[in-house]
C-alpha cells in the first residue's frame, strides 16, 4: 500500500482504492489520533457529497469511529466547508467528509478536519498513515455500553446558511444571478442561501441522482452557465463544484472570471478597506503572472505555496495572513472560515458589486491575465515519483525555461488528487507557450506513460 494521503485527503475510485474495509479503518485510525486524551466520550460529524458511493462510505466510516467508542453526528448532503465549520459549532472533537470534490461519480475521498476547524497537518496525517500501514497499533474495538452511537442533525444546512449569511453586509437585492451546482453539496443549500440574502437566482444543475456530479457542469465545466447567463441576460453566474468549496464565476458577458481575477477583486477590495493583513496575500506557484503583477502594481505583497489550497492555509496560518487562495477557485477567506468556501467567495463577490455598484466585467479589469495554457498527461500512478528523478524529463523542462527567459515561466507538477502530470506554460506569446507545453508534455508521455493527454 503506497501513501494514502495526498494533498486533499484520501482518494481513489470507490469500491477499488477507497473500499468499505479501508474506509471503516480510516474511522479508527482518525478516531485513536484525533481524540488522544480525550475525557469524554468523542464526537465526530461526517457529512458527504451527493455521488452514489458516498452514503456507503459514511457507513463505513462511522462504523469504524462507533467501533472504537466514538459518537457520529451524520450532517447528511453538505458542503466541505459546512463540515468544517459545523465541527466548532456542534463542538464536536473532528470533522469527516466524505467527498471526491471536482472528481467524477466513481470516485470517492475521505477528508478529515480537526477539532479547530482545519485539515489535518502532515504530522496527524502521516500519524493516521502509520496505523493504516501497520507502523503503529490499530485501536481496539469496544463492547457494551462504550460502543459509539450515530444521530442524524436535520439542522446542518440551515446552521451553515446562517453563518454564510452573517458574512456579507449588504444583500443581494437586485442582482440577477445563474448559480451552478454541479449537481453536488450545494444543491442542498444554493437555492435557500442566494434567495435568502434577496438575489433572483435560477438554479442550475441541482438534481443530483448519485451519478451526475461534476458531469459536463459545475467549476470545471462552464460552458452552460456562461450561456445560459448571456442568453437571460443576467448580472452574473456562478458555479461551485462537486463539494463547494470552489467557486469560478462568469461575468455579464459570460466570460469566464477564474480563481485568479477573483482573488484579484478581492484583494484590492480589502487592502481599500484596510481587512488585507499586512497587505498580503497568499496564492500559489500556478498563480497567474498577471495576479503577481497586480499585486506588486498596487504595492502588496503576494507570497505563492506548492499547489493545493491545504499549502495556502498553512502559509496563512504561519504568519497570521487574512487572506489567500487558488486559481482553480479555492478562495479563503480566515475571518469568516477555516478553508476554502465557494458559496462564501460568491456572496462576498456578489454583494461587493453590489456595495460598490459596478459589473462584474468592471471588477475583473483589475488584473491582466497573461496567456496560460495546460497540458495533461495521464500517468500510472508510480511515475508521478520516477517524474523527480528522470533526466530527459528535467533535461526539457530546463530548456523550456531557458526559451520563456524572463517573459514567461512553465510549472511542471504531478497532480495530488489525479492520476495525471501537469504541464503548465505562462507567456505573452500564445503559439509558443502551446508549442512548449506541448513539447515538454511529449517528453513526460514518451518516458513515463500510457498516457491520454488532455489539453485545457
Known amino acids: 500500500m503506497g501513501r494514502l494521503f495526498g494533498t486533499d485527503g484520501i482518494r481513489g475510485i470507490a469500491g477499488v482504492d477507497l473500499t468499505c474495509e479501508l474506509a471503516m479503518r480510516i474511522g479508527r485510525a482518525a478516531a485513536a489520533v484525533l481524540t488522544e486524551g480525550c475525557r469524554r466520550r468523542p464526537i465526530f460529524v461526517v457529512g458527504t457529497d451527493t455521488r452514489i458511493s458516498s452514503d456507503m462510505l459514511s457507513a463505513a466510516v462511522s462504523a469504524g469511529l462507533c467501533s472504537v467508542g466514538a459518537d457520529v453526528i451524520s450532517l447528511g448532503v453538505v458542503p466541505t466547508p459546512a463540515v468544517a465549520f459545523l465541527v466548532g459549532k456542534y463542538k464536536a472533537d473532528a470533522g469527516i467528509m466524505i467527498s471526491a470534490s471536482h472528481n467524477t461519480s466513481e470516485y470517492n475521498g475521505i477528508k478529515i478536519f480537526s477539532g479547530d476547524g482545519y485539515k489535518l497537518p502532515d504530522a496527524l496525517e502521516e500519524r493516521v498513515e502509520d496505523i493504516l500501514q501497520g507502523r503503529a497499533e490499530m485501536p481496539a474495538a469496544v463492547t457494551g455500553a462504550l460502543v459509539g452511537k450515530i444521530s442524524y442533525c436535520s439542522s446542518a444546512s440551515k446552521d451553515y446558511i446562517d453563518h454564510l449569511k452573517s458574512s456579507v453586509a449588504f444583500s443581494l437585492d437586485g442582482l440577477r444571478i445563474a448559480v451552478d451546482c454541479a449537481n453536488g453539496s450545494a444543491s442542498q443549500t444554493a437555492e435557500r442561501l442566494f434567495s435568502e440574502l434577496g438575489a433572483e437566482a435560477a438554479i442550475l444543475f441541482a ?5 451526475n456530479i461534476n458531469e459536463n457542469c459545475g467549476s470545471t465545466h462552464l460552458e452552460a452557465l456562461a450561456e445560459y447567463v448571456r442568453t437571460h441576460k443576467l448580472d452574473a453566474g456562478v458555479a461551485f463544484d462537486g463539494d463547494a ?31 488585507l493583513s499586512r497587505r498580503t496575500v497568499v496564492g500559489t506557484i500556478m498563480s497567474n503572472f498577471g495576479f503577481t503583477k497586480f499585486c506588486e502594481e498596487n504595492g502588496l505583497r503576494f507570497i505563492p505555496t506548492k499547489v493545493g489550497d491545504r499549502f495556502v492555509l498553512e502559509e496563512m496560518l504561519l504568519e497570521d495572513y ?20 465557494g458559496q462564501l ?20 479589469r483589475v488584473m491582466t491575465k497573461y496567456p496560460q495554457t495546460m497540458v495533461n498527461v495521464k500517468v500510472r500512478p508510480e511515475s508521478k515519483v520516477l517524474f523527480y528523478t528522470d533526466r530527459a524529463v528535467k533535461d526539457a523542462i530546463d530548456e523550456a525555461k531557458r526559451t520563456l527567459g524572463a517573459d514567461g515561466r512553465i510549472v511542471v507538477r504531478p497532480s495530488g488528487t489525479e492520476p495525471l502530470i501537469r504541464v503548465m ?12 507545453a506541448a513539447e515538454v508534455a511529449g517528453v513526460i508521455e514518451n518516458r513515463l506513460g500510457e498516457t491520454d493527454k488532455s489539453t485545457i
Open 207 to 211: 438534481v443530483p441522482d448519485g451519478q
Open 245 to 275: 468549496d470552489r467557486c469560478l464565476c462568469v461575468d455579464e458577458t459570460g466570460a469566464v472570471v477564474d480563481g485568479d481575477a477573483i482573488m484579484a477583486i478581492c484583494t484590492a477590495d480589502l487592502a481599500e478597506r484596510g481587512k
Open 345 to 364: 467567495t460568491a456572496i462576498q463577490l456578489l454583494s461587493m458589486m453590489r456595495r460598490k455598484g459596478a459589473k462584474l466585467s468592471e471588477l475583473a
Open 425 to 436: 506554460a505562462e507567456g505573452q506569446d500564445v503559439a509558443e507557450i502551446e508549442r512548449i
Open 322 to 341: 487574512s487572506f489567500g487562495g487558488e486559481q482553480s477557485g479555492h478562495v479563503i477567506f480566515r475571518d469568516f472560515a477555516t478553508t476554502g468556501d
